[in-house]
């Protein structure tokens, strides 16, 4: 099995990146959808959630705000910390045992947009790091996203505070060319990492 990791600023086009490349033919395990899944009702991840920062974060049919808790933590570091600390193993653990399962003659990819803070030096065949410049990441967030061009800018900030990607990458894909070129890019890189000899 080729195990390769994903991973991205925000905006960056990571998620089409994941798309492309399962289209391609790569098992993906997704991060989010992950967390996601984590956190539904009679999960212990929620309950845990639930009672560190109280029921305002749990919506009347039991499911979490997530809006809610990300203005909780935002721009509160031991807040945003006591949640990473319930979730992160979690997801990790989930995410190993996903990526496990997948056949050894095909290739699983971990989309994620935190490798660099959670799993730096994660036992992958390829670490894939997507960027974009600052303003173009902002557009996107902006246009295709719906957000708030200030909400848009703080995350960017704080995201882009947090980590340098591109310092645990074997392979970088530039998205500020178009789609076009994009689609070239990733047929690019399946054809190295699906070809690859790993020793």
Known sequence: M???ALT????SGKSTVARWLADCGAVVVDA?????ELVEPGRPALAEIAEHFGDDVIRPDGTLDRAGLAAVVFNDPV???A?????????????ERRLAEVPVSQVALYDTPLLAETDPDGEWDF???VEAPRDMRLERLVEFRGMDRDDALARIAARDSEREPRVVADIVIRNDSGLDRLRECVDEVWARISGAEIN
């Open 2 to 4: 080729t195990r390769v």
């Open 8 to 11: 991205g600023e925000i905006g």
């Open 83 to 95: 949640l990473n600390q319930i979730m992160h193993p979690r997801i990790a653990a989930e995410a």
């Open 127 to 129: 670490v894939i790091v």
């Open 79 to 81: 807040r945003l910390s």
């Open 32 to 36: 989010d959808q992950l967390a996601r």
